[in-house]
């Protein structure tokens, strides 16, 4: 069985944010001081998530970021692989590893994770591969462009078509490399590569998704979109991302990606509340 179906289907999924990285536009630098991981707080901060309604822990340590630069692959590995250690012994919960290189995912797979979330759909070579091997679960996203320089001057004559087409295209080559289709989940990819008419296009058509017949993943905690809404700086868009969150489950999203995971978890259950009663009509 799959980890998405191993984890509820009855409601939507919560996957918690844990940035190893100095630089990411939210949290960077308070999970990793100094130039090293801060252990003892990644666990504190992990077992509160999971209190809190977290159904899986995405752990990255490449900030994604408009303008960040990419890590070596040392780097990465050196934020990444001791916190998928860690948390594997420590709690029993699903892990998810936000990467896009090879090497990294097959020690991730080997300390405890059982989900890649790539942002590059497993481009890099030898990356649909491996996950065909592993048998792990992977989402899909769409990105325009790489993260140093995506935000420049994005364009798309269609935005929602070419992101579909995209996915789809990206999910065929992983069925045809024999990752099974219960073991995928696909992402838009609000923020990365998409200017603000962009994002909200395709939020407004965001069941189109859903004929790709996949769990669809939805990002946009704290992100500019919410910003360029509310006039509120990044530490001030709880409200706006919760709001934003709700309509993204309503248009079709599974699973949201969250910093703020007590109050979307909320957000979650009382959303789930009217669904079930307007069901029960």
């Known amino acids: 069985m799959s980890l998405f179906e191993q984890l509820d289907s009855n409601r939507p999924l919560l996957m918690a944010i844990l940035n190893i990285t100095p630089d990411s536009f939210s949290d960077g630098g308070a ?32 900030s994604t970021r408009p303008g960040a630069i990419r890590p070596s692959l040392q780097e990465e590995m050196d934020r990444v692989i001791p916190v998928v250690e860690a948390l594997s012994r ?50 899909l996203m769409h990105m325009q462009g790489e993260p140093s320089s995506m935000q420049e001057n994005p364009s798309y004559a269609d935005p929602v078509a ?26 838009p990819g609000f923020g990365f590569g998409k ?3 962009h994002n909200m296009a395709l939020m407004a ?20 979109m919410i910003g360029e809404i509310t006039s509120k700086p990044i ?9 934003m969150a709700q309509i993204a489950l309503q248009n079709g999203a599974n699973i949201l ?25």
């Open 235 to 243: 530490e001030s868009r709880l409200a706006g991302s919760l709001a």
């Open 31 to 62: 999970l990793f001081v100094s130039g090293k991981t801060d252990l003892d707080s990644v666990l504190t901060k992990a077992e509160a998530m999971l209190k809190a309604g977290a159904d899986i822990l995405d752990i990255g340590g490449e």
């Open 90 to 139: 420590r709690f029993d919960c699903a892990l998810s590893v936000d990467t896009s290189q090879v090497e990294v995912m097959r020690e991730a797979v080997l300390s405890g994770a059982n989900l890649i979330n790539d942002v590059r759909a497993l481009a890099q070579e030898g990356a649909v591969e491996f996950v065909s091997e592993s048998g792990v679960s992977v989402c």
């Open 162 to 187: 070419e992101v579909y087409e995209f996915l789809s295209d990206r999910v065929n080559a992983c069925l045809n490399a024999g990752i099974k289709r219960q073991n995928i989940a696909v992402d």
């Open 195 to 197: 200017s603000h008419a």
């Open 205 to 224: 058509n965001l069941e189109q998704f859903a004929k790709l017949g996949l769990p669809i993943l939805v990002g946009i905690s704290r992100k500019g």
């Open 257 to 281: 990606r969250v910093h703020d995971v007590d109050e979307t978890c909320d957000m979650i259950k009382v959303w789930t509340a009217i669904e079930q009663t307007q069901e029960k009509q």
